[in-house]
């Protein structure tokens, strides 16, 4: 059993920041003999516990909970950084194109083995994830996770209107394919299914009724879906379904708000909204470097936090433009400041980490499983190096306190930063 030596980095049940700069995490086989945090916290007063037990000293190193990505497209690894004049030209001419493309499941499962890849490199270990409207594509991503023995969830696109040839699905088939995937996956070691009507306006009320009916049917499998973006999305959804009372109001008229039900985005909300959130458990997937990038607009923290719905961060690449954690917790502190309140939130580097870790877990219904180090935690961590570049060392060298060592690490960091993953003991060493 592994006892590691070095500061550790986690989070109370309320939010708080836990620091040790002399940490000890013990991490052993629980009753089932599944990897778990067995202890965490202060050296000096663990330590006497594990004595004799070899120590992993990690001098100048953070352990921190691996990142929990909340929303991101494996198929659009390759639509980074594709300029459209907002979402839905978007969506035409680059990412429907490419995601057509993952009708070849060799092209899928090759695609798949990157972005994995790329998700540990920047210490993501956990991920909420569209596949695209082909069954391949959530086989090879599912079989990959599988292979490197990680929590994550996706699922085949719903999209049987508005959509080219190439990614449209035909709703009848759409439905079965989504409940045989069901089948064949969620609840397969690590793995998870989400139920994935693209956004309201690329599915017809058949193709919604029946994701509902399937969301009903199965009650621990997620459901993911697109809310409230961009202006002119919000126009067109509420033409298709004059009848609900707002674009949000679609999915819950179709039986698609409950708890493990994850929206991206909800930026233009109304108080109604954000209390059919509330009482129903859906949660929100805050993509800021996608709002920047795409012009979408600014999430409303200070909405979000009136009201009371669950949220946490997200890369949602492409549409997004990093799959680094540290550049999505950085424009998150610049939609805080420019956002929709008044005076601009100033958001504390230990509430943007914890929005992309504990809170990002408890979002998608995973509290106390990932996202933190706490005992009983399936041991999913990140080693992070504050000396990564010239500049991050000098200037976390002169962090006085938690607060501006992390704002450091979040202004400054980058993949480079993540020295290690690990994956319930399977290591990913990435130098340094
Ligand atoms: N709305 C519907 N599909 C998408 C997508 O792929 N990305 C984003 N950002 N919004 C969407
Ligand atoms: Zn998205």
């Not at 120590?55 to 990505?69: C, E, K, M, Q």
């Not at 669950?310 to 949602?316: E, I, M, N, T, V």
């Not at 976390?396 to 960091?413: D, S």
Request: proline residues 6%; contains cysteine.
């Amino acid at each position: 059993m592994p006892v590691y030596r070095s500061a550790l980095l986690r989070f109370a049940d309320d939010g708080r920041a836990l620091y040790d700069e002399d940490g000890l995490l013990a991490i052993g086989p629980d009753a089932l003999g599944r990897q778990r945090v067995l202890a965490a916290g202060a050296w000096q007063a663990l330590a006497p516990q594990f004595a004799g037990e070899p120590v992993v000293h990690l001098p100048g190193r953070i352990i921190a909970p691996g990142f929990v990505d909340m929303h991101i497209h494996f198929p659009q690894t390759d639509v980074i950084g594709s300029p459209a004049d907002g979402l839905l030209p978007w969506l035409e001419n680059y990412t429907f194109p490419h995601e057509s493309r993952f009708a070849d499941p060799a092209y899928g499962a090759q695609v798949a083995s990157f972005f994995i890849d790329e998700l540990l490199r920047n210490g993501v270990t956990t991920a909420l994830i569209f596949a695209t409207s082909h069954p391949a594509s959530v086989d090879a991503l599912m079989a990959e996770a599988q292979r490197r023995q990680m929590r994550l969830i996706t699922g085949k696109v719903l999209q049987d209107r508005h959509s080219p040839d190439g990614v449209r699905d035909e709703t009848v088939q759409s439905l079965v394919d989504t409940e045989a995937l069901i089948q064949r996956w969620h609840g397969v070691d690590r793995l998870g299914y989400a139920i994935t009507p693209r956004f309201a306006p690329t599915s017809t009320p058949e193709q919604l009724r029946g994701a509902g009916e399937l969301a009903a049917r199965y009650p621990a499998v997620w459901i993911q879906s697109h809310v409230a973006e961009n202006l002119d999305e919000i126009r067109w959804a509420r033409e298709l379904f004059p009848a609900s009372r707002s674009y949000l109001g679609v999915y819950d008229d179709f039986g698609l708000m409950r708890e493990r039900a994850v929206y991206a985005h909800c930026i233009h909300f109304d108080d109604e909204d954000r209390a059919l959130m509330k009482r129903t458990g859906a949660t929100a997937a805050v993509s800021p470097t996608s709002n920047l990038f795409l012009g979408s607009g600014f999430f409303d923290y200070a909405g979000a936090d009136r009201v009371g719905f669950g949220y946490g961060l997200a890369s949602d690449v492409g549409g997004g433009t990093s799959f680094s954690p540290f550049k999505t917790m950085m424009a998150a502190y610049y939609v805080g400041r420019e956002g929709q309140t008044k005076q601009g939130l100033s958001l504390s580097p230990q509430q943007l980490w914890w929005q992309h870790t504990a809170g990002a877990a408890r979002a998608l219904g995973l509290a106390g499983v990932v996202g933190n180090l706490q005992p009983g935690c399936e041991a999913d961590f990140v080693v992070l190096n504050p000396q990564a570049t010239p500049l991050l060392a000098r200037k976390t060298g002169q962090a006085r306190n938690l607060e501006e060592l992390l704002f450091a690490l979040i202004v400054l960091g980058d993949d480079r930063v993540v020295q290690e993953t690990v994956i319930s003991q399977a290591k990913y060493a990435l130098g340094a």
